[in-house]
């Protein structure tokens, strides 16, 4: 509880004032505690109507660098605007939609209440948090999901805290939960930050601590929150205030001073937080921000805030390279191109991609990029559409799980989004987008959990906790077995290059990877693994994988540990040689006469062409096919699948007449795909 002496102190402006001389000034009140009876504010959260603040610009307000006005509206996804992966219009790849069944929704929303509890030992980096709030009164909780079955739906469920619930939520790598969000508190404003804790695995809180924002760092309400830990290891957490105005009403009561940003560091000996490196990062009533309606840590731990009103992405950023975002960078992180792409919700996975959305009942998520890696994205692309957003600046939900799925809620604030402000009154859900090469390109999702009652509950909110076990997923790539250039082909032999692919596992056949737990999928499919292991795995692309790009995903005891894109094509041909690297003698035999020796071969067995089989892998899809042996046309006896080992292809072929010495080989398919010109057989 706090005590007089702290009731007594003075006014906020003037705090802000004298703050503002000195942002790394101590802030020595981060510890004190508040009344843990403080209820989230909903009403005042559903009355910050994005419809009311979009284009307007408050007096001494921030002036973003483009004017929003005159923007101008997206209308339509078009061609240029999907994915081209690979090179080609037949590599575009569509945006995203949500595969929606009313049968499943019903099922989701009627049976979620009575999902199982998460079993003992799940770990944080699988449970997603969210909110659900009452619209008609404080009741409200903290909600665990997790998809057991991997089939993005979610199969258990534990209510974490119900004290009230939170407008935003974020996991900490200790394993605390940080909730915010906005209240009153004798008559007074404030935004709210819990610490709650589960100190015996059972994903319930048994503890918690609750402090004052607007009495301890000027900041009259909550909106969003995000946890990080410095290069030292502290534990920090960031909290912003929203900065909703009403451009129509100067004098709606629900007005604030411009958004605020507050860094606060962890002192575990207290529990509270570490008044010497706890600051302000933006002042309330400052101007530097308009909205800050959602905050993201990339990965370098540079924050992104999102500023609805301004079109654009800020940036604070780390300026000392300690791990810990201090200064506001005065160019954004990205301005956005269309009026109605404005920045409601962001994410960022591990590689670096941002996810944004704005409002609209059809509207659409973008992935953005930075390409030249100069600290500021260069391009947006649109990678789910048809998403139900509501227009609100507090209720909304937007993160990515480790393994790249990006969650969304859509119809955040449910029956209380009126038809007559714009809204659809559709139930509160989130839905799940998979991205398993986590590069943005999003497959179509589908519903992952509903609120439990669509007529009463809004959602907010989304938070995975930090994966503290496994290293952050690898990059791979793959290419053709035998050649080990260009793309893997259809039907063929494959080899997965990367560091870390089988966390220290090997094996020599399907069985090893089987029972040592090393998987590998193409598009979700799953593909034999022949041999493997930290460094290269061997695989059979089957046909049934297909061509074009595709994800290919390295799991280990069910958990991903390398994923990209590849290309795989429909024929390129590739010989196996004896030193497995692509250069150099063949892997040949001698069929003539049933011999089956290697080479040197006799250039005639029997007064006739020696007939030599020579082995690799992508051709078959593409005969008949050309072989060029010593710069010469050699006829070609057989062409195709070598017996049923699957993806290991033949030739058998004659030897040219005059052909003698070290020769090279030259394989050419109907399409033109030609072989590596420093295969050699040699001819005696």
């Known amino acids: ?166 407008f935003d939520v974020a996991i900490a790598r200790s394993g605390a939960r940080y909730e915010v969000y906005s209240a009153t508190l004798n008559n007074r404003r404030v935004g709210v930050l819990v610490t709650a804790l589960d100190t015996n695995g059972d994903y319930v809180r048994d503890s918690s601590s609750t402090f004052d924002l607007e009495r301890d760092f000027g900041l009259p309400s909550a909106a969003a929150v995000v946890s990080g830990t410095s290069r030292s290891g502290r534990e920090f957490v960031i909290v912003s205030s929203s900065g909703y105005y009403n451009f129509s009403n100067p004098n709606d009561p629900n007005n604030e001073p411009s958004a605020g940003v507050v860094l606060l560091v962890r002192d575990p000996s207290t529990g509270g937080f570490d008044s010497s490196l706890s600051r302000i990062l933006v002042h309330v009533g400052s101007n530097q921000l308009n909205n800050a309606n959602a905050l993201a840590l990339l990965p370098n731990n540079d924050l992104l805030i999102a500023d609805f009103d301004s079109d654009e992405l800020r940036i604070v950023r780390d300026t000392n390279a300690d791990g810990i975002p201090d200064t506001l960078d005065a160019t954004p992180y990205y301005r956005y191109r269309f009026s109605n792409d404005a920045p409601l919700d962001i994410a960022t996975n591990s590689r670096g991609v941002v996810f944004s959305h704005s409002v609209g009942n059809d509207t659409v998520m973008l992935a953005l990029y930075d390409d030249n890696s100069d ?49 659809n009154l559709g139930t509160p859900q989130i839905d799940a987008f998979p991205d398993p090469a986590l590069n943005g390109v999003l497959r179509d999702g589908s519903i992952f959990a509903s609120a439990d009652n669509g007529s009463t509950q809004a959602l907010s909110g989304l938070s995975f906790g930090v994966e503290t076990a496994l290293p952050a997923i690898a990059r791979l790539t793959m290419t053709n077995s035998a050649s080990l250039r260009g793309n893997a082909a259809k039907g063929g032999l494959a080899t997965i290059f990367g560091t870390g692919l089988t966390l220290g596992r090997s094996g020599n056949s399907s069985a090893d990877a089987s029972a040592r737990g090393v998987q590998v999928r193409i598009e979700g499919r799953t593909v034999p693994v022949l041999s493997f292991n930290d460094s290269q795995i061997n695989i059979y692309v089957a046909d049934a994988a297909g061509a074009g790009v595709g994800s290919v995903v390295v799991y280990v005891n069910g958990n991903v540990i390398a994923a990209d894109d ?119």
């Open 1 to 166: 509880m706090r005590t007089e002496s702290l009731h007594h102190k003075a006014s906020a402006s003037l705090v802000v004032c004298l703050l503002a001389l000195s942002p790394f000034a101590p802030l020595v009140r981060a510890q004190n505690r508040v009344d843990e009876r403080l209820k989230p504010d909903v009403e005042r959260a559903l009355n910050a109507r994005t419809n009311e603040s979009t284009l307007g610009k408050r007096k001494g307000g921030y002036a973003p660098m483009q004017i929003k006005a005159t923007l101008p509206e997206r209308t339509s996804v078009s061609g240029d605007e999907m994915r081209a992966e690979g090179g080609g219009t037949d590599k575009l790849k569509p945006p995203a939609r949500l595969v929606r069944s009313k049968l499943a929704s019903s099922i989701m929303q009627q049976d979620s209440v009575s999902l199982p509890r998460i079993l003992a030992g799940t770990p944080l980096s699988w449970i997603l948090h969210t909110s659900e709030l009452n619209i008609q009164s404080s009741a409200g909780t903290v909600e665990q999901y997790v998809d057991a079955t991997g089939d993005l739906a979610a199969d258990e469920r534990t209510t974490f805290d119900a004290s009230g619930g939170a």
């Open 375 to 423: 600290g500021r994205a260069d391009r947006d692309v649109v990678v789910v559409e048809g998403l139900s957003i509501d227009n609100n600046l507090i209720f909304h939900g937007l993160t990515t799980d480790r393994e790249g799925t990006v969650y969304v809620i859509e119809d955040a604030s449910g029956a209380a989004d009126l038809t007559k402000d714009g809204g």
């Open 566 to 684: 590849v290309t795989v094509s429909n024929d390129n041909p590739g010989l196996f040689t004896i030193s497995q690297n692509g250069a150099g003698e063949g892997v040949a035999l001698m069929t003539s006469g049933m011999q089956y020796t290697r080479s040197p071969f006799n250039a005639k067995t029997s007064g006739q062409a020696t007939v030599v089989a020579l082995f690799g892998t992508g051709w078959r899809n593409s005969l008949p096919l050309t072989v060029r042996i010593g710069g010469q046309a050699a006829t070609v006896e057989y062409a195709g699948p070598s017996g049923d080992f699957g993806g290991l292809d033949q030739i058998n072929v004659r030897i040219p007449d005059g052909v003698t010495g070290t020769a090279s080989v030259v394989v050419t398919t109907a399409s033109g795909a030609t072989s590596r010109s420093d295969v050699v057989v040699s001819i005696k």
